[in-house]
Each structure stands twice: as C-alpha cells, then as structure tokens.
C-alpha cells in the first residue's frame, strides 16, 4: 500500500471575504498535496470553515438573517474562490455540519469523563474580533494586546479544560520530537511559552447562543478551542469510522499562519494527549504575507482580494507569485509590482519563452518532429539534479525553495540555447543539432511534469505543445530523464505565459545612492539586505541606453549573474572586468531594456560623479558583507 499523507489548512473564518493571506496557505497546502499525489501517495488534504461563535452570530443578526444562511452564502464565494484557484481539497470541512457536532459533543463527554473539564467561572476582558480573552495585566492601554480595539468585561460560568495538566507532556513530546513544531524558530517560542507555565483555558460560553451545546449542560456553547480544532479529526473520521481515521490520522503536516501556531502547537495536542489520540506529525507555522510591513487584516482594511488578482494575471501566475515570492516560514511582503515582474521574468521571458523558442526551432529545423537524442546530453546531469533539489525542498516543506529548483532547469536551457546557437548547427548541417534540440523539448517535458505542484494550468501546456498528453505527467518517476520519444509530433501553440506591459522596473537600474532623510532601520530590516561582493566578469554597453551598463558578474554561484547598472557614463566597459564591486544579491529580478537585471551594484555618487564601492583588498566571490 502507498504512503498516505494528510495536510490541512486552518478552517477560515466566514465572516468576510477571504484576502490574498488565506490564499497563501492554501495554495502552499495545495503545493504539498498535489507534490504527494505525483508522488503516487494516498493524500488527503482538508480545509474548510470555521462557522460557528460570537462575532458571526452578531454580524447575521444585523444583516437581519439566520446565522447559517448567512455563513451559507460566505462559504459558497470560498468554494468559489477555491476553485478559482483550483484547490485540490479532497474535504470540507464545515463545523456546523451535523458529523461535526456529534464528534465534538462527544468529546466533551470523554473530556468529563477524564476529568479534563471542569465548571468554574471566569472574569475578565473578551475582545469580539479576535476571539480572545484577556487578563486584566495582559491589556495595552485597556485594549486589546492582540489587534488593539476594545474589549469588554467579562463574568461568567465557564467549563474549562485541564491546559495546565499537560505542559510537562508536551515538553517531553516536543523534545522528543523536534520536527514537530517548524520551522525551529517557532518551536522555540513554544518552548519558552510553555516552560512560563500553562492556565486552563475556558472552552464553553454562556453569552451567545450560535455554537455546538454542551450535552452534559446545554447552557453552555462550545466555545472555539473544542469547536474548531477538532475538525481536524472529524474530517479524516473520528468517531464515524475507524478504518479511515486510522488511515488519515495522525496529519503529517498542519500547515497554518503564525499566529495560530500557539493554539496548533499546544492547545490542539493537549486536547489529543487528553483524548489519547496520536498527535500531529508536524505543525508547521509560516509566514505573513505582509503589505506595506503590515499583516494584512480586514480590520485595517488592507486586504488584497485574490479574485482579482486572478482575473488580472491568471491563476498560475498568482499561484507562482505567492509560493516563489516568499521564503517559506519567513514574511514576506506582498506588492502588485513583484507579482507582475514574477509573472514577466520567469514565466513570460524564462519558462515562456524557452517553450516558444524550442518548438519553433524544431519545426523550422527538424519539420516538426522532436529528433533523436545524441550520446550524451548537456542538460540531463542538470535536470537530475533539479529534480532532486525539489524533491528534497518539498520533502522538507520548502515550498519556495521547490519552486525555484525547477527554474534552475529552465535556466539553464536557455542559457544552453544561446551556448549552442541551434540555427547555426542547422545552417552548417552541424550533426549536434538533434541532440540539442532533444534536451531543450525533454527538459521542458521535466520542467512540466515538476511544475506539477505548482501550477495547474502550464504542466498541461507545455505537455500539449510538446505533442503529448498530459496525463503522462502524473507521476514523478515522469521526471526521468529520457521519456520523451524520438518522432514525437510537437503542436506550438500561443505563448503560454504572455507579457504584462508595465513601466516600473527602469529605476532598478540606478545605483543606491544616498537621500538625504531615510528613516532609521533596525538590525533585522539590515538583516535582509544581502550585500555580496561580486567580481565583474565582462561589462557592454546596452543598445540605445546611453546610462546603461550590461554587467557580467560572478558571485561565486553556479552561474555568473547579468546585471543592468546605471554607471556607463562614468565606466568605460573595458576597464571593468576583474574590478570587484558589491552588489545587492537579493534585489528583485528587473528587467531594463529587454534584459534582466539580477542585483545592483553599490556606488557612492557626489557632484563630480559616482564611484563603484569596492573591497579594500580582493575578496572571494559571495563574500557575504555585514
Ligand atoms: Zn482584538
């Protein structure tokens, strides 16, 4: 029997259109769901609502509807969205359906059976939007720590579960485990919120009706913790049949935004520990898509809806942009700018363009017919290896480092157009040709079959432009090299990624100089900046840019990188190569006159002119400079 893996995203929230942020998660879920399948494992990947609570009672109460009709219509725009998106869920999961409220009264009758509930009474301050009840010493200003609005006084008779009972066997768990709580960052955190000691937390309200009633006191509301995060279980089928829940459970990966690790990482397995059930395999806590250096939130009006974003550029595009643009685990910051330059570098110029220049060379040159390889190919140590560099990232979750594996590939076959300039084989009868040709059409073939977690639309384009059906691609022993037959009938078609037209990116081009006011940063704002000495390995002039500079400069990476620079009125080309410069390594890919500028070199720029920033005394390439 194959490996089976289960991944859930968060339950969200239906009190509102769902922004850019909860599309991140769930595509990067999505990512590791379709990866499992084409590794031909028994996946199930569940997401769904959360519905019930406080908040959406009142907001149905003032649209003058029932709570579910209300919810009714928010989920089915999420499913919309989904589809859009072309999310892969194989559940969702609603709490206010019926196989959902008999788990969780069940639950609560094994919890007081345990006597890991108890009736008590609370005081304190509950702030609506955030769900959260505070502490008088935990308020800031007399607001919410969380999101900052108001909270009011709170009084009652509450059940609570026995949280405190299960700090020791949770260290204990964590330590055993240490890939339990990712990336390490975030477990460490945990750690030290657990070793201040945990309170029992309250899980049942009396102050609003729209819930989950407790069977052994039908006053009481199940209140969020017991409600929401057991959909986990109900969905892969505690309670309702064993045979599936011991397949699907426990999850192998939870994957949810930062600020919910603390409920995923230490309230979810003391709830497990309590109902002796196995834990999740792995809670893994990312990032914050970030506007402005802002998390975006409906209650700072802020938000990007998705919705648009797709009909603008497409959905592989936007579903590239999200699980390329950010570091997995870390924040990253959203901006429609780096969206359509993704879009234009990588899948436009980089992928687009290698699929529209290969297959016209093979009808111009081989009649349309993909040939037959040579001996030994350029291409095939290449293409093994950025199959295995994305394998190995998405075993590890790093769903952006995957992604990036597999342009390496794209890369380098364009680059390897260039090295072996395929027309002019053809003009001098050069027996090479098909060889060549072959790896650029097998490569592309490997890039789709790889793209596979990814994108859902391109795989599948680039398949039937090569002349094969795209159901071939399904599994990832379809990424060895070599599947692609000799005599294979391409099919070119329109380009698959078509430019965005856009006039930013020029100002990339121009040499950090000094403005009189900049804000300070701190340390960490430093910190992302990675300054890298670089050796300029060739300098010309760009074409009808009377500023521009094309450089070729190595640092210290498998390829040297070209960057644009805006020094050639002050640097002949032929005195720079060999002068070593510092370059911003991590600067978005621009492109600047038809070429892409990868990085910008530092230069200090007074009345007389500017000067490129240099080492005092040679430096190896990559140097990193703090
Ligand atoms: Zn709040």
């Given at each position: 029997m194959a490996e089976r893996f289960t991944v859930t995203t968060p339950i969200y929230y239906p009190n509102d259109r769902l922004h850019i942020g909860h599309a991140y998660t769930t595509v990067a879920a999505d990512a590791l769901a379709r990866y499992h399948r084409l590794r031909g494992e028994d996946v199930f990947f569940v997401t769904g609502t959360d519905e019930h609570g406080q908040k959406i009672e009142e907001r149905a109460a003032k649209a003058g509807k029932a709570p579910i009709a209300y919810v009714d219509e928010i989920v089915s725009d999420i499913r919309d969205l989904w589809q859009l998106l072309q999310i892969s869920y194989d559940d969702f999961i609603r709490t206010t359906e019926p196989r959902h409220e008999r788990v969780v009264q069940e639950i609560f009758k094994k919890l007081e059976a345990s006597g890991d509930i108890y009736l008590s009474q609370y005081e304190g301050w509950y702030c609506t939007p955030c769900e959260s009840f505070w502490v008088e010493g935990k308020l800031v200003d007399g607001n919410c720590p969380s999101c900052g609005g108001p909270v009011s006084r709170l009084n009652e008779e509450s059940y609570f579960f026995r949280l405190s009972r299960y700090a020791q066997p949770l260290l204990d768990y964590i330590e055993a485990n240490p890939g339990f709580i990712q990336p390490s960052s975030r477990r460490n955190e945990m750690i030290s919120f657990i070793k201040q000691g945990l309170e029992d937390i309250s899980v049942s309200r009396t102050s609003f009706r729209w819930g989950i009633p407790l069977?052994?006191?039908?006053?009481?509301?199940?209140?969020?913790?017991?409600?929401?995060?057991?959909?986990?279980?109900?969905?892969?089928?505690?309670?309702?049949?064993?045979?599936?829940?011991?397949?699907?459970?426990?999850?192998?990966?939870?994957?949810?935004?930062?600020?919910?690790?603390?409920?995923?990482?230490?309230?979810?397995?003391?709830?497990?520990?309590?109902?002796?059930?196995?834990?999740?395999?792995?809670?893994?806590?990312?990032?914050?898509?970030?506007?402005?250096?802002?998390?975006?939130?409906?209650?700072?009006?802020?938000?990007?809806?998705?919705?648009?974003?797709?009909?603008?550029?497409?959905?592989?595009?936007?579903?590239?942009?999200?699980?390329?643009?950010?570091?997995?685990?870390?924040?990253?910051?959203?901006?429609?700018?780096?969206?359509?330059?993704?879009?234009?570098?990588?899948?436009?110029?980089?992928?687009?363009?290698?699929?529209?220049?290969?297959?016209?060379?093979?009808?111009?040159?081989?009649?349309?017919?993909?040939?037959?390889?040579?001996?030994?190919?350029?291409?095939?140590?290449?293409?093994?290896?950025?199959?295995?560099?994305?394998?190995?990232?998405?075993?590890?979750?790093?769903?952006?480092?995957?992604?990036?594996?597999?342009?390496?590939?794209?890369?380098?076959?364009?680059?390897?157009?260039?090295?072996?300039?395929?027309?002019?084989?053809?003009?001098?009868?050069?027996?090479?040709?098909?060889?060549?040709?072959?790896?650029?059409?097998?490569?592309?073939r490997i890039v789709a079959v790889l793209l596979r977690p990814f994108l859902v639309d391109a795989p599948h384009a680039i398949y039937r432009q090569l002349g094969l059906d795209s159901a071939d691609a399904s599994r990832l022993a379809d990424a060895a090299w070599g599947g692609l037959r000799p005599g294979t009938r391409i099919q070119r078609g329109e380009p698959i990624f078509p430019r965005i037209d856009t006039e930013s990116a020029a100002q990339a081009a121009e040499p950090a100089a000094a403005s009189p006011a900049t804000p300070e940063v701190t340390i960490d704002d430093f910190g992302r900046v990675d300054l890298r000495v670089g050796t300029i390995l060739a300098a010309s002039k760009v074409k009808g840019a009377d500023r521009l500079l094309e450089l070729t400069v190595d640092l210290g990476e498998s390829e040297?990188?070209?960057?644009?620079?805006?020094?050639?009125?002050?640097?002949?080309?032929?005195?720079?190569?060999?002068?070593?410069?510092?370059?911003?390594?991590?600067?978005?890919?621009?492109?600047?006159?038809?070429?892409?500028?990868?990085?910008?070199?530092?230069?200090?720029?007074?009345?007389?002119?500017?000067?490129?920033?240099?080492?005092?005394?040679?430096?190896?390439?990559?140097?990193?400079?703090?």
């Open positions: 069977p052994q006191d039908p006053r009481h509301i199940a209140y969020v913790w017991i409600d929401a995060l057991t959909n986990y279980i109900t969905a892969c089928g505690y309670l309702q049949d064993e045979q599936r829940f011991a397949r699907f459970w426990p999850a192998d990966v939870h994957l949810v935004g930062k600020e919910i690790v603390r409920f995923h990482a230490i309230i979810w397995p003391a709830i497990l520990l309590a109902l002796g059930l196995p834990l999740p395999r792995v809670v893994y806590g990312h990032g914050w898509l970030l506007l402005g250096e802002q998390k975006m939130s409906k209650s700072r009006g802020n938000v990007i809806d998705p919705r648009q974003l797709v009909q603008r550029y497409g959905r592989d595009a936007v579903r590239y942009y999200l699980l390329r643009e950010v570091p997995f685990g870390a924040d990253g910051n959203y901006t429609e700018e780096a969206l359509i330059l993704r879009t234009n570098v990588d899948l436009a110029n980089d992928l687009g363009n290698l699929l529209s220049r290969t297959t016209a060379m093979i009808e111009r040159f081989t009649d349309g017919v993909v040939p037959s390889p040579s001996g030994q190919s350029e291409l095939r140590a290449t293409a093994e290896e950025c199959v295995k560099k994305a394998t190995q990232s998405l075993d590890r979750l790093q769903v952006s480092d995957g992604v990036s594996a597999v342009f390496e590939l794209v890369r380098r076959a364009n680059k390897y157009i260039e090295e072996s300039a395929p027309w002019q084989l053809n003009r001098t009868g050069d027996p090479r040709l098909n060889g060549v040709l072959y790896d650029l059409a097998e490569s592309l040297p990188r070209t960057i644009v620079s805006g020094i050639a009125e002050y640097y002949q080309p032929e005195a720079l190569p060999g002068t070593q410069v510092v370059i911003v390594a991590n600067l978005q890919p621009a492109k600047i006159r038809g070429i892409v500028s990868r990085g910008m070199i530092l230069a200090g720029k007074t009345e007389e002119g500017l000067q490129i920033v240099s080492p005092r005394e040679p430096l190896p390439p990559g140097t990193r400079i703090k």
